[in-house]
């Protein structure tokens, strides 16, 4: 089992930032993945972002250039940071981790707010 606490998140106007951290605990010697979903209201979770423990990373095309994820091994942490905001980025985060066997954990979310 892994356990996911995040913190960050909040109510920012458009163009501004924010960073959002994850801190993983438990079973981490089994993490493969770490990133970040996010779910909009009426709207299907999606990946924003992900890292691997060789620090390979995948983004979403409406979040390049505006997002950047990063991890620290050791404390077992990601971030998520996050400028240019925009109003379509309003939504639940969801801190994710995938196991070496395919096994998703989550986080229990946290709200991002953009106002325009």
């Known amino acids: 089992q892994v356990q996911l606490v995040e913190s960050g998140g909040g109510l920012v106007q458009a163009g501004g930032s924010l960073r959002l951290s994850c801190a993983a605990s438990?079973?981490?010697?089994?993490?493969?993945?770490m990133g970040w979903y996010r779910q909009a209201p009426g709207k299907q979770r999606e990946l924003v972002a992900t890292?691997?423990?060789?620090?390979?990373?995948k983004y979403v095309d409406s979040v390049k250039g505006r997002f950047g994820i990063s991890r620290d091994t050791a404390k077992n942490t990601v971030d998520l940071q996050m400028d240019s905001l925009k109003a379509e980025d309003t939504a639940v985060y969801y801190c994710?981790?995938?196991?070496?066997?395919?096994?998703?954990?989550w986080g229990q979310g946290t709200q991002v707010t953009v106002s325009s």
């Open positions: 994710n981790v995938r196991s070496f066997l395919s096994y998703d954990y």
């Open positions: 438990g079973s981490v010697a089994n993490i493969k993945v």
């Open positions: 890292i691997s423990n060789g620090g390979t990373t």
